[in-house]
């Protein structure tokens, strides 16, 4: 995978952050979605699920199960607020 392709990935995810943080939640989950499509990371998944919480929906617990699975690949980073405050794609 590109740097490129991963900083649209990061790009996509914070422009999903804001929409969220605006309320504009129909929004929030395409980008969330758009970002995983270019890079699944455990921030996006964890975000889309509390979009869908803050919708009413019951999807919210899939994506964050999805986040909370073990990655090898990200050891060093042992708390979602590492990863979001020091993302491994940067």
């Known amino acids: 995978m590109s740097m490129e392709t991963l900083t649209r990935a990061?790009?996509?995810l914070?422009?999903?952050y804001q929409a969220q943080m605006e309320g504009d939640y129909d929004r929030a989950v395409e980008l969330y979605q758009s970002?995983?499509?270019?890079h699944p990371t455990?921030?996006?998944h964890t975000f889309l699920g509390?979009?869908?919480h803050f919708q009413g929906g019951s999807r919210t617990l899939s994506p964050m199960l999805v986040a909370s699975m073990p990655n090898p690949d990200r050891a060093?980073?042992?708390t979602f607020g590492d990863s979001v405050l020091d993302p491994p794609w940067k």
């Not at 970002?35 to 270019?38: A, F, R, T």
């Open 35 to 38: 970002s995983l499509e270019l």
């Open 42 to 44: 455990a921030e996006a």
């Open 50 to 52: 509390w979009t869908y």
């Open 10 to 12: 990061w790009e996509v």
């Open 14 to 16: 914070q422009d999903a």
């Open 76 to 78: 060093p980073y042992t």
